[in-house]
């Protein structure tokens, strides 16, 4: 995934780029980036390593050399950027979010002469966001190369351009992730998410639609681009990824994640299969509102059994070896025993994509001593991993659990009836959920439906991408 924010404004703008990009660190783990411009100093860059250490820390000591009026950050889990690019369309700096799944093939067909090279990451691949400047550089204009390039690529690209006139943004042409603008009375800002600038005292002035293309100045932002009429924005920024004080087309995260909880618990009543339980309670940190939801309308009252300790280990994935991240995960559980100890609890949790640190988690609450735990994702099976966003991304689909699962039972023959192993009421249903219980310990196992989660989003279903549930674009 990946976060993004931009400032520019009458006035220095460093700071509001620093605390605005640093507020985008829950969605990206690996490098932070930022660039200003100013008159004098032209264009400054510092991108780090934040695999270990927090983008703030790093970046703290370079706020002294920063000096400018406009500057765009980033927040992200692949490519060090953002990048500065000399081309025949001038000098700017650009970043992106998203994912180029055709990559390789765009390089064989557009710049496999001796007159083009990349530089190859650690890896051997190349630098995506360096791609996209090479695409938009094929045309004559930023606008032109910006819609060239997302017609090209097979995936996702949301887009953020400095150049010396001001910041160019651009979002996916379905729109998947959201680009937000606020104002004050000495410039705007841009990001992918409100509370950022909201916390820096700028106000909601616009949210940009699909394939729209903008331009921000300290004045204000005017369309370069209209916005296209097809949307499918990622139903995980509600479910997962998005902060609790965000809200996308309108719609609040924290709020939703609530009224999902609620519509679970609801259903679950309905086909009175709500078990006897002491506690409801959430796998911390965004299963716990959607938990909150499901013990307000099941009537089972609301608790903590156990809390995550990360004042030192913030993401239990940071450490490189595995087997520290793994003792981190450990670590980081503190349970709470008068809340455990002979108690029948049901956990609610924002997914469940492999299981592999949920089965550890149920586990640690019967070595502490629960005497059972039920398991209820506020989401439907995944299937598909995420082609998109890079959410649920794995090296095969049967990594996925409810894949892999449906695999054991039935082979290749199960691979032809995913739709019906994701719908619980059936008998293919049944058997997934059973088996999943069995592996991951649980003493029962519930998904929310499709359409309970389209119904706690509440826009449009036509402009949700529920891809990675059911396979359809």
Known sequence: MGG?????????????????????????????????????????????????????????????????????????????????????????????????????ALVDRYFSDHGHQFMAMSSGKVNATE???????????????????????????????????????????????????????????????????????????????????VRITAGGWETLAPAGEQMKICAFLWTYYGYPNSKYEGVNVELMRYRNGEIMARDEQRRGGLPEVDYVAGVPDSGVPHAIGFANRSGRPFARPFVKYTPTWPRSFMPANQDVRNQVAKMKQIPV??????????????????????????????????????MRSACPPIMYGCKFLNFSRSNSDIELIARKTVQELEGDEGQKHLEEYADASTQRGQCMLK????????????????????????????QICTYCWTGKE
């Not at 650009?94 to 990559?103: D, E, L, R």
């Not at 930023?142 to 060239?148: K, T």
């Not at 609890?345 to 994509?353: H, K, P």
Request: glycine share 12%.
């Open 4 to 104: 993004f924010f931009g400032a520019i404004s009458r006035h220095e703008c460093v700071l509001d780029l620093f605390f605005g990009t640093d507020y985008h660190s829950h969605l990206g783990t690996r490098r932070g980036g930022m660039v200003v411009y100013g008159c004098k100093g032209g264009f400054q860059r510092q991108i780090h390593n934040i695999e270990n250490t927090p983008f703030r820390t790093k970046f703290e000591k370079d706020l002294t050399d920063f000096h400018g009026c406009s500057g765009i950050g980033c927040i992200s889990d692949t490519d060090p950027q953002p990048l500065l690019v000399r081309s025949h369309l001038g000098l700017y700096a650009i970043s992106t979010v998203g994912i180029v799944n055709n990559a390789e």
């Open 131 to 213: 791609l996209v400047a090479a695409l938009i550089n094929q045309k004559e204009d930023l606008v032109s190369g910006i819609r060239y390039a997302q017609e090209q690529i097979e995936g996702s690209i949301t887009i953020l351009i400095l150049t010396p006139e001001g910041i160019i943004a651009a979002r996916d042409r379905l729109g998947r992730l959201p680009v937000l603008i606020g104002q004050t009375q000495d410039g705007c800002c841009v990001s992918f998410e409100s509370f950022a600038y909201h916390k820096l005292g700028y106000h909601d002035a616009y949210e940009l639609g699909p394939r729209e293309i």
């Open 337 to 374: 025993p008068e809340l455990i100890e002979g108690k029948k609890l049901l956990f609610v949790d924002d997914s469940i994509v492999r299981g592999t640190q949920l089965r550890e988690t149920v586990e640690f609450l019967y070595e502490s001593g629960a005497e059972e735990v039920h």
């Open 435 to 462: 088996s999943i219980c069995e592996a991951l310990g649980f003493d029962s196992l519930g998904y929310q439906s499709l359409d309970g989660l389209l119904e706690a989003i509440g826009i449009d279903r036509e």
